[in-house]
């Protein structure tokens, strides 16, 4: 990118914003684990969004480590590993025992098979930069599915012209995340962090 590295100020600046205000995304599911705590059960909710927020934030670190100058990828992703472990483990203690036993699966795939075949496969079959260059382009893949997947809730909001099932300020957080990783990543020169984020704003708008 031409303004890659020219700008480092503003790109401490955007990564710290992006930072805080990641921080409170990663805090806004509190609420629900509270009441799954006062009520000791999960009550039907889902723990795939917890299990990929930790492999997400797994998978971010590994790249700032690879890549370098990224501390404040790695600074956000640490706490976001420290709050998604929390809640996979409030999930696991009140969850019925078959969605218990899937959780585990979950984590088995992600975390333990994904993300080690990710990081053995590119540690013996590649050197050098070409680590970073494919562990960036999974990163970007994957942000990417992320992403897309609140469109189904768009559907549910279109067909039944009601917002019931939006947190609209999830997403407004959303949003103004994907903002501020976007022009992170424009004055850093790193593609796989400003295209999804790219994305992510366009989603979050609409």
């Known amino acids: 990118m031409v ?7 503003l790109s401490f600046a955007f ?24 009520k000791k059960s999960t009550e039907g909710f889902q723990s795939i969004p917890y299990v990929v927020g930790l492999f997400s934030a797994m998978l ?8 370098g100058n990224a501390m404040l990828l790695i600074t956000i992703n640490s ?15 009140y969850a019925p025992k078959k969605a218990r036993m ?12 994904g993300f080690g075949l990710i990081v053995l496969l590119t540690q013996f079959l590649t050197k050098g930069a070409q680590r970073g260059v494919i562990v960036g382009w999974v990163c970007l893949v994957f942000a ?21 099932y939006m947190p609209i300020m999830l ?8 903002v501020m990783w976007f022009f992170y990543g424009l004055f850093l020169g790193d593609i796989n962090i400003a295209i999804p984020n790219t994305l992510g704003f366009a989603i979050g708008i609409f």
């Open 60 to 67: 971010w670190i590994y790249y700032a480590l690879l890549k």
């Open 144 to 164: 990417l599915c992320v992403f897309v997947a609140p469109l189904g809730v768009l559907r549910q909001v279109i067909r039944t012209k009601s917002v019931e």
């Open 79 to 93: 706490v976001g590993i420290l709050i998604q472990t929390f809640y996979l483990c409030v999930y696991v203690i």
């Open 15 to 38: 990564g710290l914003m992006g930072n805080i205000v990641s921080f409170m995304v990663f805090l806004s599911p509190l609420p629900t684990f509270y009441k799954v705590y006062k």
């Open 102 to 113: 899937d959780t585990l699966k979950l984590i088995m795939l992600f975390i333990v098979i």
């Open 171 to 178: 997403s407004l957080a959303l949003t103004l995340s994907a």
């Open 3 to 9: 303004i890659a590295g020219h700008f480092p100020h």
